[in-house]
C-alpha cells in the first residue's frame, strides 16, 4: 500500500523545494567548511613533519658534535694537556661531516684550533672577555653541560655555529673542548635546501641574547602570518625553524569549485524537489529502495564481521559476558556461538593470565585507559590451550558509562612455538661454545675480561682472567702489547668490523708464553654485549713451525750472501795487491839506477808477503762461511792502518798525498781481520783513486769513542759524492758515481755489508767538489 504525502505540503512545492535548496545549500556549506579545515590540518601536518625531519636532521648532527667534542675531552690528561691533538683533531673533523673546526679553549682562551689555516686568526682569542659573546659560554660553564652558541660571526670570518663543552679536571673549570659548525654547513646536514619546494619555504632564528630580539638567518620572508613554526630546543641551544607555506590561501582555492558546485547541487535539489512533490509515487519508490540499501549495508557488515580473518567478539563491559562472536572466534576455541554467548570471557581463559586481564578490564571500566592489549592463553573447548594476542577497545565514548567492548583475538600458538625453538637453539649454540677449542672472551674498554669460555682454562690454566687484579694486556708478551693495542684502537674506531690475523704470545698461568691467534670485534654498542669480543686459539705448534722453517730459510740466505761477498772480497783485494804489484814493475822497468831498483825489489817482496797474508785469511774465510758464526778477534786498528798504508806506499806518493793519522793505540775492536784489510783498504783506496785533480789528496783517520763505541773516521778533499742525486745509492751494488772507466761501484757495497755483518754501521758526508767522510761505528 502506497503511503500519501501531507496534502497540505503537496499544495506548496515551491516553498518546499525552497527550504529543502537553502538546507542543502547550508547543509553543503557546512560540509564544506569541515572539508577546508581538514585541508588546512592536512598543510599543518604535513608542514610539522617536514619541520620534525629537520629538527631530527640537526639534532643528530648535534649529537655527532657532542660526541666530538667529548672524544677531545676525553683526550686532555690530569695537567689539562693533549699531547696528539692534530692527530685527534684530524681524525675528528675528517671522519666526522657534521663539524667543520675543532677547538681547545684553556681558560677561555682560545689556544689549538683545527684546520690550522683557515682558524689561526682566533689563537689566543678569550671568549670570556668578550662581553659580546661571553653570556652563552658562561651559560655553560654554570649549567656544566655543552651550549650552542649563534650563528654568530667569526673572527676568521664566516657565519657559523658554536658548541661549547666546559671541561672541569678536578671539579675545576679547566676551559673548553668546541666545536665549530659552519652556517651553510649546519643548513645543508638539517635537509632545509632537499626539503624546499614550490610549496614552502623555511626560516632559521634565534633570539639574540644581549638584546633579546629575534634574528633570522635565511633570505627568505619574515612574515609568519600562515606559518607553521616550531621551536626546537637542544643542549640549550634556543633556536626556531619556521615552515611558510608559498600559497598560504591554497586551501581556500581548492574549496571554492566545490562552493559553486554545491550551490548549482542546491539548486538542482530543490528543482527535483519541485518535480518530486509532485510525483509521489517515484518518491515512495525510491524511499523502498534506499530501505533495501539499508539493509544490504547491514548485510554487508555482518558478512565482514563473521569472515574476518581474527577473532571477534563483544562483551558486555560490566558483567563479562560474551554477547556476539564471528567464525574466527568459534573456530579457535572449538565452540558455536550459542555456547560462547553463555560464557564469560574469564570462563574461557588459563587460571594463571586471569588476574592481569581482570585487572586491565577494571582500568577500562573505569575511563582510565580507551585499550589495552597483552598476550596470554585460552582453554578450548577440547581442553587445547592456544596463545593468543588479545586487543581489547571499547565501545563508549569517553566519560560515558561503560557498556560493552570489542575484542580482537589472533592466534600466536606457532609464533611461541618459534620462540621457545629459537631459546633452545641458543641454549645449544651455548653449549657449543662453552665445548669450543677456541677461547671466547668479552673485554670492556678497560681491559678487564667481563665473560670468558670455559675453554680458557684448557689453553691458558685461568678460570678467569681477573689475575692479580691485572688487566688482560698484563698477559701479553711485551713485544707484542703495541701490536694488540693498536688493533684495540682501530677496533674503536671500526664498531662491529673484525681485525683478525692477529698473532701474538699470551702468558699462561704456568707463567710460560704460547702463540694464539686473535681476532677482535667491537660490539660497545651491543646492549646485550657492551665490550670488545675476543677469540683466540692455540697456535704454539703451528707458529714455532713456521718460526725453524724461517730460520732454515734465513740460514741457507746467509749462506749465501756470505759467498756472494767472499767472491766481491777475492776480486777486490787481489785486485788491488795486483794494481801495486804493476805499479812497482812498471817503476822498475823504467828505473835505470841499480840502488832503486833495490827498492821496488824490496817493495815488492812486501806486496808479496801481503798479497800472501790475504790469500791466508781469505782461505780462511772460505772455511768459515760455511755456518753463521764468522771468525773474530781482537783487533788493533792502529796496526792494520799502518800495515794498510804500507800497501799503498807507492799510490801515497805518487798521488802526493798528505795523510793525517790519529788513531789512539788503545782502540780495539772485536772484528774479522779479512773484512778489517777489506774495509780500510777500501776506504784509502778510495780517497787516492777519486781525489780532485786541481789539489793535492788530503786524508784525515781518526779514531775516537762515541756514545760507549769506537768510531773510525776518514775524510778527504777528494771530488766528493751528489748525496742529493746519489744518497740512497752510494752503498749499493755496482752504483757508481764518477766518469771514472775502472769503477765498479762494488768497493763500498762490500764494505758495508761487512761493517754490518760484524754488527757495526757506516754513514757517510759528502759535497761535490769538497770531499767526503766516512764514519764507521763498531760494535
Not at 650563528?151 to 655555529?161: S, Y
Not at 649454540?429 to 684448557?458: C, H, M, T, W
Not at 677496533?491 to 694464539?516: A, D, M
Not at 773510525?712 to 740512497?728: C, F, P, Y
Request: aromatic share 10%.
Amino acid at each position: 500500500m502506497t503511503k500519501k504525502l501531507n496534502p497540505a505540503i503537496n499544495k506548496k512545492p515551491l516553498l518546499v523545494a525552497l527550504l529543502a535548496a537553502l538546507f542543502f545549500l547550508a547543509l553543503g556549506l557546512f560540509m564544506l567548511w569541515q572539508r577546508y579545515q581538514i585541508l588546512q590540518e592536512t598543510r599543518d601536518d604535513e608542514m610539522k613533519g617536514i619541520i620534525d625531519v629537520v629538527e631530527q636532521n640537526i639534532d643528530q648532527s648535534l649529537k655527532y658534535s657532542y660526541s666530538a667534542a667529548l672524544s677531545l675531552a676525553l683526550q686532555i690528561d690530569e695537567n689539562g694537556v693533549i699531547n696528539n691533538f692534530d692527530e685527534v683533531a684530524s681524525q675528528l673533523v675528517d671522519g666526522n661531516p657534521s663539524i667543520d673546526g675543532i677547538q681547545t679553549v684553556p681558560g677561555g682562551v682560545i689556544k689549538q684550533v683545527y684546520p690550522y689555516e683557515e682558524n689561526k686568526a682566533v689563537i689566543n682569542y678569550n671568549i670570556l672577555e668578550d662581553s659580546t659573546r661571553n653570556e652563552e659560554a658562561y651559560r655553560a660553564i654554570d649549567n656544566r653541560k655543552m651550549f650552542f652558541a649563534g650563528p654568530i660571526e667569526l673572527k676568521q670570518g664566516g657565519l657559523a655555529v658554536i658548541g661549547r663543552l666546559p671541561v672541569f679536571i678536578k671539579n675545576e673549570f679547566w676551559g673548553f673542548s668546541a666545536v665549530l659548525i659552519k652556517f651553510e654547513n649546519l643548513i645543508d646536514q638539517s635537509g632545509i635546501e632537499d626539503l624546499s619546494s614550490n610549496k614552502f619555504k623555511f626560516q632559521f632564528s634565534k633570539r639574540d641574547p644581549l638584546s633579546g630580539k629575534e634574528e633570522f638567518f635565511l633570505s627568505t620572508t619574515n612574515d609568519f602570518t600562515k606559518s607553521y613554526s616550531g621551536e626546537i630546543v637542544f643542549p640549550d641551544g634556543d633556536w626556531k625553524i619556521y615552515i611558510i607555506p608559498t600559497e598560504p590561501y591554497e586551501p581556500l582555492y581548492a574549496v571554492i569549485p566545490v562552493a559553486f558546485l554545491i550551490l548549482i547541487m542546491s539548486g538542482a535539489l530543490g528543482w527535483i524537489i519541485f518535480n518530486t512533490m509532485k510525483q509521489p509515487a517515484i518518491l515512495a519508490a525510491k524511499v523502498k529502495q534506499q530501505a533495501g540499501d539499508l539493509a544490504k549495508s547491514e548485510l554487508q557488515f555482518r558478512t565482514i564481521f563473521n569472515q574476518a580473518a581474527i577473532g571477534m567478539a563483544r562483551v558486555n563491559s560490566l558483567s563479562g559476558k560474551i554477547l556476539e562472536t564471528n567464525n574466527r572466534f568459534q573456530e579457535l576455541l572449538g565452540y558455536t556461538n550459542e555456547e560462547l554467548i553463555q560464557k564469560d570471557h574469564v570462563a574461557i581463559s588459563y587460571p594463571e593470565d586471569r588476574d592481569e586481564n581482570i585487572v586491565l578490564m577494571g582500568r577500562l571500566r573505569n575511563n582510565e585507559i580507551r585499550e589495552y592489549n597483552l598476550k596470554k592463553r585460552l582453554v578450548r573447548k577440547d581442553g587445547e590451550i592456544i596463545w593468543i594476542k588479545l586487543n581489547v577497545s571499547a565501545l563508549w565514548s569517553h566519560g560515558e558509562k561503560a557498556s560493552s567492548h570489542i575484542a580482537l583475538v589472533e592466534d600466536i600458538s606457532a609464533r611461541v612455538k618459534a620462540q621457545r625453538e629459537r631459546e633452545e637453539n641458543e641454549r645449544r649454540f651455548r653449549s657449543l661454545v662453552e665445548n669450543s677449542s677456541e677461547v671466547i672472551l668479552i673485554i670492556d674498554a678497560q681491559g678487564y675480561a667481563k665473560y670468558s669460555s670455559p675453554s680458557l682454562e684448557r689453553i691458558t690454566g685461568y678460570k678467569e682472567l681477573y689475575v692479580a687484579e691485572n688487566e688482560i694486556f698484563s698477559l701479553i708478551h711485551p713485544d707484542d702489547a703495541s701490536n694488540l693495542i693498536g688493533k684495540f684502537k682501530e677496533s674503536r674506531e671500526n664498531p662491529g668490523v673484525p681485525f683478525s690475523g692477529i698473532k701474538l704470545r699470551l702468558q699462561t698461568k704456568c707463567v710460560n708464553y704460547i702463540w694464539v691467534d686473535v681476532t677482535i670485534t667491537n660490539l660497545t654498542r651491543e646492549k646485550s654485549i657492551g665490550g670488545y669480543v675476543v677469540n683466540f686459539r692455540d697456535i704454539t705448534a703451528k707458529q714455532e713451525a713456521e718460526i725453524n722453517l724461517f730460520k732454515s730459510y734465513d740460514f741457507v740466505m746467509e749462506q749465501n750472501k756470505r759467498l756472494l761477498n767472499f767472491a766481491y772480497i777475492v776480486s777486490h783485494n787481489l785486485r788491488s795487491h795486483s794494481s801495486n804489484l804493476e805499479s812497482i814493475l812498471e817503476l822498475y822497468k823504467t828505473e835505470e839506477c841499480e840502488e832503486e831498483k833495490q827498492t821496488y825489489i824490496s817493495l815488492l817482496q812486501n806486496v808479496s808477503k801481503n798479497l800472501n797474508e790475504s790469500l791466508h785469511d781469505l782461505n780462511e774465510v772460505v772455511s768459515i762461511n760455511n755456518n753463521l758464526d764468522i771468525n773474530v778477534e781482537t783487533i788493533n786498528v792502529a796496526e792494520y792502518l799502518d800495515k794498510t798504508l804500507e800497501v799503498l806506499q807507492l799510490q801515497i806518493k805518487k798521488k802526493k798525498a798528505q795523510l793525517s793519522i790519529d788513531v789512539p793505540d788503545e782502540m780495539k775492536v772485536t772484528f774479522n781481520a779479512s773484512y778489517m784489510e777489506s774495509v780500510l783498504l777500501n776506504f784509502l783506496t778510495n780517497a787516492l783513486r777519486y781525489s780532485h785533480r786541481d789539489r793535492n789528496p788530503v786524508i784525515t783517520v781518526t779514531g775516537y769513542i762515541d756514545n760507549q763505541r769506537w768510531v773510525l773516521k776518514i775524510a778527504d778533499n777528494g771530488i766528493g759524492i751528489d748525496l742529493n742525486k746519489h744518497g740512497d745509492k752510494v752503498f749499493g751494488l755496482y752504483k757508481t758515481f764518477t766518469e771514472r772507466k775502472d769503477s765498479r761501484g762494488v768497493g763500498l757495497f762490500i764494505t758495508k755489508n761487512q761493517i754490518n755483518a760484524m754488527g757495526g754501521n757506516v754513514f757517510v758526508d759528502s759535497e761535490p767538489g769538497i770531499g767526503t767522510t766516512f764514519k764507521v761505528i763498531f760494535k
